[in-house]
């Protein structure tokens, strides 16, 4: 769905060139469904028509890989360069993924098959209704009951349950998360440290069954963009060595494979000064009658205090207005943002910020005091920037 088709009144926020989320039409959330489906799950809905099926799937999920960083990059990639779009002799082609653009969003909407509207997770960190606390979905801090917050089947139980051969091949540490629970289980867990593990496993999973439905993770792309930047020499590492490990998957592959190598966000560096980073904590006219702020640097979530939502909204336009996108919660909603108009789940309404602002600029709002680490990040990701939001889907075939 183009995004100016989103884009309704009363939402004059971005531009023609915002990759909004293509949910149910080609964004991170149908992947998943569409390969069950060709497998024979049933109610699943093929959203990506242009991938045929296959009796064996595969994605390799490369944390914090955006499209536009990969294309940027053929020398540190050169096997992943090879599987771009046509002018490049390979049938790859960017999605998008979610918003905000972040890894518990997208890792929900991916192994839900479900927009954030949906699936309940609609930021880095968001208000409990319940509570009225700081919820960290990533962290999963303070802790609330995984299948309260987030009750829908993952397409992997449901492809197990239909006699699909499932397997997740990821670090031991995730095994037990409750992000892992709500948005990633379902068949077997696998935990393997090194990514060559991962791959080689992957590869026997696969040829495990005559249907089989196999997800593999590699997180140290982002990690390294996080700390150092993507236009460093260590995040440049990270990716020759995810380059070589997807090849070396790919060359393993057990026949009628189908491989899909993608991504859940891409990143942006952000300069440290001021102008770049603004300081929450220290800025009386942002802080004025916030009750909560919640999101991250480039994808806020804005709690008010009650009675204050409409001067908040006014001050957070006024202040960052040529810079961020920023709406009301009614406005974020029925322009797309989180699902398409319409698909907001009762219960996730009241983690969405009561103000909602997303970066266009090359800038952050950190919280020096409230999140130091978050702050002293280099590169940052959350919004609907192309090089936050095109992720790339890369196929290869046995």
Not at 180 to 185: R, Y
Request: charged content about 20%; some cysteine; proline content about 8%.
């Amino acid at each position: 769905m183009a995004a100016e088709a989103l884009w309704q009144d009363p939402v004059p926020l971005a531009p023609d060139s915002a990759p909004l989320p293509e949910y149910g039409a080609g964004s991170l959330a149908d992947l998943l469904p569409t390969l069950a489906a060709g497998q024979g799950v049933p109610d699943l809905t093929v959203a990506i028509p242009e991938l045929t099926p296959a009796d064996r799937n595969c994605v390799f999920l490369i944390d914090g890989l955006g499209w536009e960083q990969l294309r940027a990059h053929p020398d540190e990639a050169p096997y992943l360069n090879s599987l771009l779009g046509t002018s490049r002799g390979g049938t790859g082609r960017p999605l998008t993924t979610c918003f905000p653009a972040t890894t518990a969003t997208s890792l929900a909407s991916f192994g839900t098959g479900l927009a954030p509207a949906a699936h309940g997770l609609p930021g880095y960190t968001v208000r409990d209704p319940a509570t009225g606390a700081l919820m960290n979905q990533l962290r999963w801090k303070p802790w609330t009951e995984p299948k309260a917050w987030q009750p829908y089947p993952t397409v992997f139980q449901l492809a197990a349950e239909a006699g699909v051969h499932t397997a997740q091949v990821s670090s031991p540490t995730f095994e037990t998360t409750p992000l892992t629970k709500i948005a990633l289980s379902g068949g077997s867990f696998h935990g393997r440290l090194t990514g060559e593990e991962r791959m080689d496993l992957a590869a026997e999973q696969l040829a495990a069954g005559d249907r089989s439905l196999v997800y593999t993770y590699y997180s140290e792309v982002d990690g390294k963009g996080h700390r150092f930047g993507v236009d460093s020499d260590a995040w440049r590492g990270q990716l020759m060595y995810v380059d070589r490990l997807a090849q070396r998957l790919a060359e393993r592959l057990p026949p009628r494979t189908a491989l899909y190598v993608t991504a859940d966000h891409g990143m942006i560096d952000i300069p440290f000064d001021e102008e770049s980073r603004i300081d929450f904590d220290e800025d009386w006219e942002l802080r004025a009658g916030v009750a909560l702020l919640g999101g991250e640097g480039r994808a806020r979530h804005v709690y008010a205090v009650p009675g204050a939502e409409a001067d908040v909204l006014a001050v957070w336009r006024e202040v960052l207005g040529e810079r961020f996108w920023v709406a009301s919660r009614e406005e974020a909603i029925a322009g797309g943002w989180f699902g398409r108009p319409g698909a907001m789940d009762e219960r996730v309404y009241g983690r969405i910020g009561d103000v909602v602002a997303a970066a266009h600029d090359d800038v952050v709002i950190t919280a020096s005091v409230q999140e130091p680490h978050e702050s002293a990040m280099v590169g940052m990701h959350g919004s609907m920037t192309p090089v936050e939001q095109l992720v790339p889907l890369l196929e290869v075939r046995s």
